[in-house]
């Protein structure tokens, strides 16, 4: 008996001693997998910390969300749409209303930006309307389809029943009852309550094409990152009317009102005239990407939609795939052609290094920053995370805004009152490296006074931050901040 116990002693010790070497080879495997992925430091340096301080925690979370896996047909099937993407940037080059001469100083070099990376051009003869009220947005939008003849594409994040978006969705229906074409594309996350509900069954039995965005389940979480999805919000009608902004489609007296921020306050862009058909090839190729479907050719991408306006407008799409991560070439871009005046809203203010000091700079070379951000948000890590960057900007002479009519979800960038940039990307690693967003980038005085009047606006119902009272806050508070500003990379 003494042997065999002996023996089993020694078996143990070297079992546990291979689980050992195991387990340690693993922590160095994925930390060199982390290093060989070329990221922003911040983020490399926050993975490979989460790793060797908690290595089971860092190994499961890595796994799951530190890779940009779209998943092998996914993969494919991006591919094999590269060539249909450079055709049809190829014809939109062709349209007539693409602005020959130079823009304005500071949009021309964001035109050639947005060229050079994507193809897409800036595009004249629109019509360009502010929505600011959400029930404005969602009544307008019900009266635009239902006057659809021939198409409606949609994609949204978020779509919740209820409220105004009851008549919207009975709209959908009725219109295509009538032939229209009519696809509703939806996040599988982000929309996964009205995906099961019966208000999706009945679009489905009427004609309505409900499409599940980047599928997710438990299984796929071993093949793919669950945490990566569509947050674009567009809506387009006949090639000629599209809406595009912050607002998912719900009625906001009713969206989260238990997370206790108040509603939520949006802003949504009605474009009508040529910049529409580029709106609506978007969604048309990120629902090909799901289902195959050849929607693109059906299409008129040579339309020569009539000018219904003056204003100039140029969309740039990001995300992973053909689309890249040029959001972030643009907003730096941006910042540092600013002469003037800088007027930024974003719901989650997290932003890299390079963004943050693009903002120091602006302010400390004389620039008048003024970022405009929820009192609240709906994510405590983020609350505290975005806390940890106000000194430093404060520092530089930063103003920061404390919006407090409710969660401020806008996500909207004005510069010296001429260009504005507007659309779906939160300043957060999330929005500006993983999830598939739009941006509009408009060049037009008229328009760039609008917004104005809306951030004016919004600074009614705002506190400015002051720096020396922020630097006497409580000693916990600030240690809570730079604990979790470790952690902002990942945000």
């Not at 065999?4 to 693993?26: E, P, R």
């Not at 340096?45 to 089971?56: Q, V």
């Not at 509703?184 to 929309?191: A, I, K, N, R």
């Amino acid at each position: 008996m003494g042997f065999l116990s002996k023996g089993q002693t020694v078996t143990n010790t070297y079992l546990s001693d291979l689980g050992l070497l195991i387990y340690a080879l693993l922590i160095v495997a994925v930390a060199l997998q982390v290093m060989l992925k070329r990221r922003p430091v911040g983020v490399t340096l926050t993975w490979l910390l989460l790793i060797f301080a908690l290595p089971l925690v860092g190994i499961i979370c890595y796994q799951l969300f530190g890779e940009r896996y779209l998943g092998r047909l996914r993969a494919k099937r991006a591919r094999l749409m590269e060539t249909k993407y450079k055709q049809s940037v190829h014809l939109f080059n062709r349209s007539p209303h693409v602005v020959k001469q130079s823009c304005s100083d500071v949009a021309e070099p964001l035109n050639q930006l947005t060229r050079r990376l994507l193809g897409l051009p800036i595009l004249g003869g629109n019509q360009l309307t502010n929505f600011e009220d959400s029930l404005e947005t969602l009544t307008q939008l019900t009266t635009d389809i239902q006057q659809a003849k021939s198409s409606i594409y949609m994609e949204f994040y978020i779509v919740r029943q209820g409220g105004l978006l009851d008549p919207l969705l009975k709209a959908l229906a009725e219109a295509a009852q009538r032939k229209v074409s009519v696809y509703l594309l939806v996040d599988s996350v982000g929309s996964s309550e009205f995906l099961k509900s019966s208000a999706s069954s009945q679009l489905l039995d009427a004609g309505v094409n409900v499409v599940e965005a980047l599928h997710a389940n438990p299984v796929r979480m071993l093949l793919q990152r669950i945490d990566l999805r569509l947050h674009r919000k567009i809506a387009a009608i006949d090639q000629r009317i599209a809406y595009t902004g912050s607002m998912n489609l719900v009625d906001p007296r009713f969206f989260n009102q238990q997370r206790g921020v108040g509603q939520w306050i949006d802003l949504m862009l009605r474009v009508e005239g040529p910049a529409a058909l580029n709106l609506q090839a978007v969604v048309a190729y990120d629902i090909e990407m799901e289902t195959g479907e050849a929607l693109i050719e059906q299409l008129d991408l040579l339309s020569t939609t009539a000018s219904v306006g003056q204003q100039r407008m140029q969309i740039m799409p990001s995300g992973p795939g053909i689309f890249g991560d040029h959001i972030i070439q643009l907003l730096l871009t941006s910042l540092y052609l600013a002469k003037k005046q800088i007027v930024l809203t974003s719901p989650y203010f997290v932003p890299d290094e390079s963004l943050q000091m693009a903002l120091v700079t602006a302010a400390s070379r004389g620039v008048e920053v003024n970022l405009i951000l929820p009192a609240r948000n709906d994510s405590f890590l983020v609350r505290y995370a975005s806390h940890s960057f106000y000194q430093q900007l404060l520092n530089a002479g930063v103003n920061i805004y404390k919006f407090y009519g409710g969660l401020l979800h806008t996500k909207s960038l004005l510069i010296d009152q001429q260009v504005a940039l507007v659309g779906t990307v939160n300043l957060d690693m999330r929005s500006l490296w993983l999830n598939f967003e739009v941006t509009s980038i408009i060049d037009d005085k008229s328009y760039a006074e609008d917004l104005d009047r809306i951030m004016q606006h919004y600074l009614q119902q705002s506190t400015r931050i002051n720096a020396l009272a922020w630097r006497k806050r409580p000693i916990y508070r600030r240690l809570l901040e730079n604990i979790i500003h470790i952690f902002s990379p990942l945000l």
